[in-house]
């Protein structure tokens, strides 16, 4: 089982079909004497990838945009084992000990394993190591970023057969191991900049485009409290309907986002990254003092300011850093006199690159 | 009472406020004995404007975006009545006799009310007449068409003292006096082009801005069946509450949308407008023929279809006027298969003027 890449007017639509037929021309193939099948050799022994931390949801771009951003990520080295077929997970770091060993529990693994049925035969084993560089449970894309890397990671060992736009399709397995089918982590965190979901449902192809922003004026603003969100409770806050004004109100805001990110225009896209009335309002009370946070950054120059993924990071945009500075002060003030401590403040770009080997 | 106009990085904010301060470059002003008030004297004595026909909704686009089309729309010739106050209705064409000769009760006597208010006083009486190109209740905004022309044309009367955007809230009271307060259709109608509403609720600064659209090869096909679908039966059709899975399925169609606009990919724009899950299925049963008739379209090479506005008309987008004619006669006569007979049936462009002086 592999895939094919329809590209449509800078639509990427990724689906599994029948036979890899760009690997012939990408990958070297050592055949076997039983029969014509052929196991691909790995071009190196040991390939390292990182991949960026990512924002997702971006208020009214629930489940559908996120983005990539600069600074921490997750570290993936991949080493070929010889004469041994399979994943293994050799060592993990800046976990606490927390994540699990095993290949089929852990997403990278997941991805890794994902990674080889999209390749192909391979006629070796892989051992991962991971270093974490992001927070579990941050609603920074820590498990995206993980799956992101070790994808990424295992492609390289082989020479890249296959792109960024079809490893979507491993690092969905992974979130859907740990978080749900969704693709607006894995998308950005693999290929970089703001991407756009269009379609994501499990036995139909992934439908995304990526959407350039051509300024160099946006800043995130991401805080970090010491509170755990897991994305399952998060999940389990969001009513099964909403009011059809609601509906409105965040189309027509997640289409103003989009025209922020396509003009370039920073305001925009903050006030309307701030304006989602369906999840923020149902996730904000789960997070203590999220809300005075959101208005304090709004109070220290923000343009807007909402839960980055599922929480607890909050995240504001704005289009200096000097007020940056100020806005992530507030906001650290604010979580700690809603009664959290802070882990990280950062001021950071978006990143446009994704995954890449280092 | 007057307004005031924010622009800011693209997006309008249309506001009353307190005085019309601009009022004193853009036009003539004679000052009244009894004190230092003014009342507007007209530059001319007659001003004829054309208004374009509108594609509300758009699919996912419900309630926050709209095009103006070329082809037909609404003329209103204003007259200066000396010695007078007030506005009247002289005569209207092209309605089938059916439309108010009262101006509180026509959509060119609220609209050209509202002008009147935002240009402030003027020292003399305006009658108008109507020429509707237009059909009524079609979905293509025939009554914004209407309250367009009559606001550019009073406006003209003067000089033009209050520009378009700011004439939208002139618009917004005659469309909220016959289907709601809605700036999709009075948006586009003055201003042309495709307009997303980003926030309009009354008692709040109206925020729009222009998506421009780049390419020149999107056709809208048009088809207008004889059947009335009253915008209040059509508004009265949705639920009040829809699924968190169709929100997330409008939010991100409705970026498409908007992604398809600015990056001008016709392809896109058509899938996206053709993906709403919300209001097309509630509306649609009520159109006889209307599945059929969007069967029909993609069948014949449409990138998508859907209902114009409220309906009853059928709106289909290609990028090909060979296409748009072989996809114009399979909506008729998939129209006709469902028993309604076919008004008009036409392949049009997007118009970018909005309304006019003629």
Same mark, same amino acid.
């Given at each position: 089982?592999?895939?094919?890449?329809?590209?449509?007017?800078?639509?990427?639509?990724?689906?599994?079909?029948?036979?890899?037929?760009?690997?012939?021309? =990408? @990958?070297?193939?050592?055949?076997?004497?039983?029969?014509?099948?052929?196991?691909?050799?790995?071009?190196?022994?040991?390939?390292?990838?990182?991949?960026?931390?990512?924002?997702?949801?971006?208020?009214?771009?629930?489940?559908?945009?996120?983005?990539?951003?600069?600074?921490?990520?997750?570290?993936?080295?991949?080493?070929?084992?010889?004469?041994?077929?399979?994943?293994?997970?050799?060592?993990? $770091?800046?976990?606490?000990?927390?994540?699990?060993?095993?290949?089929?529990?852990?997403?990278?693994?997941?991805?890794?394993?994902?990674?080889?049925?999209?390749?192909?035969?391979?006629?070796?084993?892989?051992?991962?190591?991971?270093?974490?560089?992001?927070?579990?449970?941050?609603?920074?894309?820590?498990?995206?970023?993980?799956?992101?890397?070790?994808a990424w990671a295992v492609n390289g060992?082989? !020479?890249?057969?296959?792109?960024?736009?079809?490893?979507? =399709?491993?690092?969905? $397995?992974?979130?859907?191991?740990?978080?749900?089918?969704?693709?607006?982590?894995?998308?950005?965190?693999?290929?970089? !900049?703001f991407i756009l979901i269009k379609k994501?449902?499990?036995?139909?192809?992934?439908?995304?485009?990526?959407?350039?922003?051509?300024?160099?004026?946006?800043?995130?603003?991401?805080?970090?409290?010491?509170? $755990?969100?897991?994305?399952?409770?998060?999940?389990?806050?969001?009513?099964?309907?909403?009011?059809?004004?609601?509906?409105? =109100?965040?189309?027509?805001?997640?289409? @103003?986002?989009?025209?922020?990110?396509?003009?370039?225009?920073?305001?925009?896209?903050?006030?309307?990254?701030?304006?989602?009335?369906?999840?923020?309002?149902?996730?904000?009370?789960?997070?203590?003092?999220?809300?005075?946070?959101?208005?304090?950054?709004?109070?220290?120059?923000?343009?807007?300011?909402?839960?980055?993924?599922?929480?607890?990071?909050?995240?504001?945009?704005?289009?200096?850093v000097k007020v940056g500075e100020r806005?992530?002060?507030?906001?650290?003030?604010?979580?700690?006199?809603?009664?959290?401590?802070?882990?990280?403040?950062?001021?950071?770009?978006? =990143?446009?690159?994704?995954?890449?080997?280092?």
């Amino acid at each position: 089982m592999s895939l094919q890449l329809r590209h449509s007017n800078g639509v990427y639509s990724v689906k599994r079909t029948t036979r890899p037929a760009f690997l012939a021309q =990408n @990958a070297s193939r050592v055949k076997t004497k039983a029969c014509a099948k052929s196991a691909l050799k790995p071009v190196k022994s040991e390939c390292t990838a990182f991949a960026p931390a990512t924002v997702a949801n971006l208020g009214p771009g629930f489940d559908w945009l996120g983005c990539a951003v600069e600074g921490e990520g997750d570290t993936v080295v991949a080493k070929v084992v010889p004469d041994k077929k399979g994943i293994f997970i050799e060592s993990i $770091e800046g976990d606490g000990g927390r994540l699990s060993l095993d290949p089929a529990k852990n997403c990278i693994g997941v991805a890794a394993t994902e990674t080889l049925k999209l390749i192909g035969e391979v006629d070796c084993g892989i051992s991962l190591k991971l270093h974490k560089g992001l927070p579990l449970g941050s609603g920074m894309g820590s498990s995206a970023a993980s799956a992101a890397a070790a994808a990424w990671a295992v492609n390289g060992l082989f !020479g890249s057969p296959v792109s960024k736009e079809l490893l979507i =399709n491993a690092g969905l $397995e992974s979130e859907a191991s740990v978080s749900g089918y969704h693709a607006d982590n894995i998308g950005p965190s693999l290929l970089g !900049g703001f991407i756009l979901i269009k379609k994501c449902k499990r036995g139909s192809p992934v439908e995304l485009m990526s959407l350039p922003f051509s300024k160099d004026n946006l800043y995130f603003v991401l805080v970090n409290p010491k509170f $755990e969100a897991p994305t399952a409770k998060m999940r389990a806050a969001l009513k099964p309907t909403v009011p059809m004004a609601s509906l409105v =109100n965040n189309c027509q805001q997640g289409g @103003a986002l989009v025209a922020g990110i396509l003009t370039g225009n920073v305001p925009l896209i903050g006030e309307a990254l701030d304006s989602d009335v369906v999840v923020e309002p149902a996730r904000a009370p789960l997070i203590p003092g999220m809300m005075l946070v959101k208005a304090a950054a709004k109070a220290a120059g923000a343009y807007g300011c909402t839960i980055s993924g599922a929480g607890p990071t909050a995240v504001a945009i704005v289009d200096d850093v000097k007020v940056g500075e100020r806005v992530s002060r507030a906001m650290c003030d604010a979580f700690r006199a809603g009664g959290l401590e802070v882990n990280t403040a950062k001021i950071v770009r978006l =990143n446009t690159d994704g995954a890449k080997f280092v």
